[in-house]
């Protein structure tokens, strides 16, 4: 299998090492406004773009959580960092959850920020669909299904679903990677089954108005698998915002 090496496009402070695990059609600068109010004489935080987005590799491969883990896990080796503060946002998430399973060795603790878990498909009933209870990405994975080589899908994805925010990229270079991601990264329930089973401290951290989500998951392995994780809510939308960058900082020195 070919190992692929992630560009580290953040890398300051020194300390308890903290590495930041961007989202579905993000790059490293969707954390801005969280690295601008982190402490860096008690912590070294490193920004990756994941594979096939920003400046990484893009392979012609299938783009499962599990390829996404494995570039991450050769990246930190490379680096020489044997434990790690995995903080995820979005489908980085799934990405931390996946690497502490391959590494728990690698990863001390888990910060997961508006983690997408499915553990079945939702509903189509006409209930659900007005409830959302499906998840934003659910819909658009319903989009990408029926236009699936379709780039201008991801330009209208990016201009109408997603808020104002840094680090948003959805372009015809990245479109493969974007497309298989959602399906073989986000859209599967192993997850779930994975995230029960998961032996490191996490921490669920779930927006009150975060639409791309299906918070009763999280809550739900919260419950289950209470030796070892937690969930906490915190007023804001699933994109990292300057209001959200600020608290995500706090939570994560705090930790």
Not at 22 to 27: A, C, P, R, S
Request: net charge positive; hydrophobic share 40%; aromatic share 8%.
């Amino acid at each position: 299998m070919t190992q692929y090496h992630l560009p580290v496009k953040f890398n300051e402070g020194s300390g308890n090492a903290i590495v930041l695990l961007h989202g579905l059609g993000n790059n490293h600068k969707s954390w801005s406004f969280v690295t601008e109010h982190m402490d860096y004489s008690q912590n070294r935080v490193i920004a990756l773009d994941l594979l096939g987005f920003g400046d990484a590799p893009k392979p012609d491969v299938e783009y499962t959580s599990g390829d996404h883990a494995e570039a991450v896990i050769a990246t930190l080796d490379k680096l020489g960092i044997e434990h790690a503060e995995l903080t995820g946002h979005s489908m980085g998430c799934l990405v931390a959850i996946e690497v502490a399973k391959r590494r728990p060795d690698l990863v001390s603790k888990l910060v997961l920020l508006g983690a997408p878990i499915y553990k079945a498909l939702p509903r189509s009933d006409t209930w659900s669909r007005l409830m959302r209870s499906g998840g934003l990405y659910f819909r658009i994975f319903s989009v990408v299904k029926k236009n699936p080589e379709a780039v201008q899908v991801g330009g209208k994805i990016a201009d109408e679903l997603v808020p104002l925010v840094k680090g948003v990229e959805i372009t015809e270079k990245i479109w493969p990677a974007y497309r298989k991601s959602l399906e073989n990264t986000i859209m599967q329930f192993q997850t779930y089954r994975d995230a029960l089973e998961l032996s490191v401290p996490t921490l669920y951290v779930n927006g009150i108005f975060d639409l791309f989500i299906i918070r009763r998951n999280n809550q739900e392995i919260a419950k289950r698998n209470k030796r070892y994780a937690r969930a906490k809510t915190m007023l804001g939308p699933h994109e990292i915002t300057p209001r959200q960058g600020k608290k995500i900082a706090r939570i994560l020195q705090e930790l």
